[in-house]
């Protein structure tokens, strides 16, 4: 039997996949949300007031004219993601989302980085979106600097601080919102969403009526559809990337879902699809009636408008972004108690983040603690510079979510941590140390723990169909050896490969070596993939029958490539304060839980012992 020791080898210890085993009195969700629910809390994640903005932006400086083209590029590569989560999400319906995944696939240590990452992108992003809403609010009041002095924003004297107390207001209400309960607050999140989109639809209605009226003058351009190439397209997907973040929202509520195989997938790719469709008809309307060029940067929309003789549309757009940003801040801070409470289950964090309110069924603490912090960095601190922090976080938990794809379809894991009540039978260890140290042919073999779920439950009498057995048993471990090669022939590739294509600095001759060699290791990974058979045990992984990811392994290496890309190119300052952070986040682990973790002292079998002591 294998143990979840400590040292290097703890940073490997993987959990179950299956979240319905036992928990600990009072730590029980609320199974409360159906299809339409999750609906609302992936569209409100995802639409945030950023869409009313990036539309001027992005056209002026990269799309122009084809500024649709650009969503619809940046909507399928979410989208790549989006699969990658839906089959992880029906497969492994826990609270924890990507740190869940990881956890089970790759190993206590990445789940940790990823779950700490995590902690951050939803702190900061919270605080973020907070921030933006009172100048927004203000224009309600007559301008920028017209809220209610309680609310208005104001320098403290001696201190280079402005300090936002209408942020730190807003952030505590969504917190209170929240522990009243799952079902409470994804039916408030419904109605924000609800508005939002009937603001959306009043802009697409009100602008196909000003351009059929011009004649969509916005689209006469002398210089075409696409004024700065397709190399222009892209780099504006890049940019409206990340309008799309914010569907892993609903993963996050995984175990609060009714009929989690059906209904995640559903919700994700619904969200996501109605998300892609609002910003494609946005874009298209707001493009045609003004000419991207003289566009207005900061108030795309409202000013396009005005121009149209409507300027009391602006009073709609404002409502239109405050609702935008009052549900992704809903979005924002719903996922993190429920990390924290996955990561305090496991012995990660202290157990105070783990318990559930009797009457809500809602981590009522972690959500206190969680909106207590947001709301002192919302009120404190200007985090818009720090927005690249969040991008790191989410584009670092998509990459490891299309990871773990490749692992659960080709080397899932062949042990799992015995129950402890069927650790006391004899008879299941006495057989397997018995059988450990040869093979069904009675002669010694080595490292017969990597075939375990292939031993025979009972020695068979037929020497030649103990020969086959045999050679079943080493086709198997090739093939596990051969995959798990492949899929970091892969990473490595897509890493040197992507690194290389965005050290502008460098020479012409080495940034075509670096291509060429990261492309070579990605190719020949990808090949191999492709060759050999996926593992057959991945049918069985975890919850059977739910949603499978399309064009494996394809459709997860693009993920990857994808990626890992935005992440290199999201800059160097992001990056150092995001090192800041983990390098914590590892003392922390070491010193508090590593030493704490649930499965330090579990004793690992076969999946396939595990399963048959279960049936018996």
Not at 110 to 131: P, Q
Not at 315 to 335: D, E, H, K, Q, R
Not at 398 to 404: E, L, R
Not at 576 to 601: A, M, P
């Amino acid at each position: 039997m294998g143990r979840g020791g400590g040292g290097l080898r703890s940073l490997m210890r993987r959990k179950p996949a299956d979240s319905d085993r036992v928990r600990a009195e009072g730590q029980q969700l609320a199974k409360e949300l159906n299809i339409l629910e999750l609906i609302a809390i992936g569209v409100g994640s995802t639409i945030g007031a950023g869409v009313y903005v990036l539309v001027g932006t992005v056209a002026r400086e990269h799309a122009g004219p084809a500024l649709t083209v650009s969503f619809l590029i940046a909507g399928i590569a979410a989208a790549l993601s989006a699969f990658c989560y839906a089959e992880l999400a029906s497969r492994c319906p826990s609270a924890g989302s990507a740190y869940h995944y990881s956890y089970v696939c790759l190993g206590e240590g990445v789940a940790w980085l990823i779950g700490w990452a995590l902690v951050l992108e939803y702190t900061i992003g919270g605080s973020a979106v907070a921030r933006g809403i009172s100048p927004n609010l203000a224009l309600f009041f007559g301008g920028p600097d017209s809220l209610p002095w309680i609310l208005a924003r104001h320098q403290l004297p001696w201190f280079d601080v402005i300090v936002d107390p209408c942020a730190a207001a807003l952030v505590l209400v969504v917190s209170v919102l929240l522990c009243l309960g799952i079902k409470e607050s994804s039916f408030v999140q419904g109605i924000v969403t609800t508005l939002n989109a009937c603001v959306m639809l009043f802009v697409i209605v009100a602008g196909c009526y000003i351009g059929f009226q011009i004649g969509w003058d916005g689209y006469n351009v002398t210089d075409g559809y696409f004024p700065y190439g397709v190399n222009g397209v892209l780099a504006g997907s890049a940019t409206v990337f990340f309008a799309y973040i914010g569907f892993d929202t609903v993963a996050s509520t995984a175990e609060e879902v009714k009929n989690p195989q059906r209904d995640l997938p559903l919700g994700i790719g619904a969200a996501l699809s109605i998300c892609c469709i609002l910003y494609m008809m946005v874009s298209v309307v707001i493009v045609g009636i003004v000419p991207y060029s003289a566009m207005d940067p900061d108030t795309p929309i409202s000013s396009a408008f005005a121009k149209h003789g409507m300027q009391w549309a602006m009073y709609v757009v404002t409502s239109g972004a405050v609702l935008a940003l009052c549900s992704t801040l809903m979005g924002s801070l719903l996922p993190q108690p429920r990390i924290l409470m996955a990561m305090a289950r496991d012995g990660l964090l202290p157990s105070f983040f783990s318990d559930v309110n009797k009457q809500t069924q809602v981590p009522v603490k972690g959500t206190i603690v969680a909106g207590i912090c947001a709301a002192a960095l919302a009120f404190f601190m200007d985090v818009s510079q720090l927005a690249g922090m969040v991008s790191i976080g989410t584009l670092l938990a998509f990459t490891i979510v299309a990871v773990s794809i490749l692992i659960l379809r080709y080397v899932p894991p062949d042990e799992v941590p015995l129950p402890s009540s069927l650790r006391e039978s004899s008879r299941l260890n006495q057989e397997y140390d018995e059988e450990k140290g040869r093979d069904p042919l009675g002669e010694e073999i080595y490292n017969t723990s990597q075939i375990k779920d292939q031993i025979l439950i009972e020695p068979l009498k037929d020497p030649l169909l103990e020969k086959k057995q045999y050679t079943g048993m080493m086709d198997e471990i090739k093939r596990r050896k051969v995959a798990a090669f492949s899929i970091g022939s892969v990473c490595l590739g897509v890493l040197v490969f992507t690194s290389s294509a965005s050290a502008t600095w460098l020479p012409f001759l080495p940034i075509c070596i670096g291509c060429t060699i990261g492309g070579l290791l990605l190719i020949a990974g990808l090949g191999v993939l492709c060759w050999i058979n996926q593992d057959d045990g991945s049918h069985s992984f975890g919850h059977s029958g739910g949603f499978r990811c399309p064009f494996v392994p394809f459709l997860p290496v693009l993920c990857i490539l994808i990626n890992t890309y935005l992440l290199i190119n999201l800059g160097g300052d992001a990056w150092i304060r995001v090192s800041i952070w983990l390098l914590i986040g590892i003392l922390v682990y070491i010193f508090y839980g590593r030493t704490r973790s649930s499965l330090i002292d579990v004793v690992y079998a076969p999946v396939a012992r595990v399963n048959d002591c279960r049936s018996s």
